[in-house]
């Protein structure tokens, strides 16, 4: 069963606008990961928020991490053309202390017009 | 993608026949995983290792088999390719828990007919 569930499934702006993804995850996790895939390619590791940490972030990316409601999201500031890709987060379990294997999301579609 | 290539690329086998998939590293990452993507599904674990003949089974494991002889070859084989294992395939390696996330390969998109 999937750990993370990506909301929402797809999403289209315009160019210039903000992009927030969500995503929600059912039990205790070591770290969450955001990862972007464009079509055809493999997925690219984005970012990676630990479960001790609130907020992260990477040039326009901004990631939140609220383990209380065991949920992230995932914030694209000021979008380009070139962000139109598919969006997965990933939990890593916690197995003591120690990172388990990524379970990913469905993932959601963005779409950014010109 | 910078250290990791999977091959081949494409491939189209007939139902029963065995297939075999190659993922190979020039990074020396312990951790090697197998994904199949599928629509509707995301990416679920086949199979991982975490060293050279350390392997275990991931959430979809039936009807795969995997081997790690050597740190930067990572091997996943369908025994006897039927259609639902139709998919695109990817490999993926980590260095653990302080190296971050993982690093994709460019996948295999898989037809069995």
């Known amino acids: 069963s999937q750990q993370g569930e990506e909301d929402p499934q797809a999403l289209s702006i315009q160019e210039g606008e903000n992009a927030t993804m969500n995503c929600s995850y059912k039990t205790s996790i070591n770290n969450l990961q955001w990862y972007r895939q464009n079509s055809g390619r493999g997925l690219v590791h984005l970012i990676l928020i630990r479960s001790n940490e609130r907020e992260k972030h990477s040039g326009r990316l901004r990631v939140t991490l609220d383990t209380s409601k065991k949920s992230s999201s995932l914030l694209i500031t000021a979008s380009r053309a070139a962000d139109t890709a598919s969006y997965f987060c990933a939990t890593a379990l916690n197995y003591g202390g120690s990172q388990g294997n990524l379970i990913f999301g469905k993932g959601t579609k963005l779409s950014v017009k010109p | 993608d910078a250290g990791i290539t999977q091959s081949p690329r494409h491939k189209v086998t007939e139902t029963g026949t065995p297939v075999t998939l190659r993922c190979h590293q020039t990074e020396n990452h312990r951790y090697m995983y197998w994904y199949r993507q599928d629509p509707g599904h995301g990416l679920r674990l086949i199979h991982y290792s975490y060293g050279v003949k350390d392997t275990d089974k991931g959430e979809v494991s039936d009807g795969y088999s995997v081997s790690r002889s050597k740190t930067e070859d990572f091997l996943l084989t369908l025994e006897s390719a039927t259609s639902s294992q139709t998919s695109v395939y990817f490999c993926?390696?980590?260095?653990?828990?302080?190296?971050?996330?993982?690093?994709f390969g460019s996948g295999t998109r898989l037809t069995v007919v």
């Open positions: 993926a390696i980590s260095g653990g828990d302080r190296a971050g996330g993982y690093t």
